[in-house]
């Protein structure tokens, strides 16, 4: 399976950004999709946005027309830029990446939108 790191969380301010990076050890034209999930503390894991490599994009209703999920092939990395953060966006954020046969997680970024 590949491996994926992601990076770029933290703390930020409510109406803060946040630009996450999922950096795969492998070629990300291998992978169908990918994307990113969050699972908020006590809460079940849930699906914020993908990207299929054609460049099809979709995403969470909590997120449209505030997070953009993109791609660098050259660099093996997946990004999500979040705008306008909510304390309802707080969360461990998780990169997959889908083959035909298998999906691969990253571990995680911690993301806190608190004041």
């Known amino acids: 399976q590949v491996h994926l790191v992601e990076s770029g969380g933290g703390l930020v301010q409510p109406g803060g950004s946040l630009s996450l990076s999922c950096a795969a050890s492998?070629?990300?034209?291998?992978?169908?999709?990918m994307g990113w999930y969050r699972q908020a503390p006590g809460k079940e894991r849930e699906w914020v946005a993908t990207?299929?490599?054609?460049?099809?994009?979709n995403y969470a209703d909590s997120a449209k027309g505030r997070f953009t999920i993109s791609r660098d092939i050259a660099k093996n990395t997946v990004y999500l830029q979040m705008h306008s953060l909510k304390p309802e966006d707080t969360a461990d954020y998780y990169c997959?990446?889908?083959?035909?046969?298998?999906?691969?997680w990253g571990q995680g970024t911690q993301v806190t939108v608190s004041s």
């Open positions: 990207l299929f490599m054609g460049g099809t994009t």
């Open positions: 997959f990446a889908r083959t035909v046969a298998d999906i691969s």
């Open positions: 492998e070629s990300i034209v291998d992978f169908y999709v």
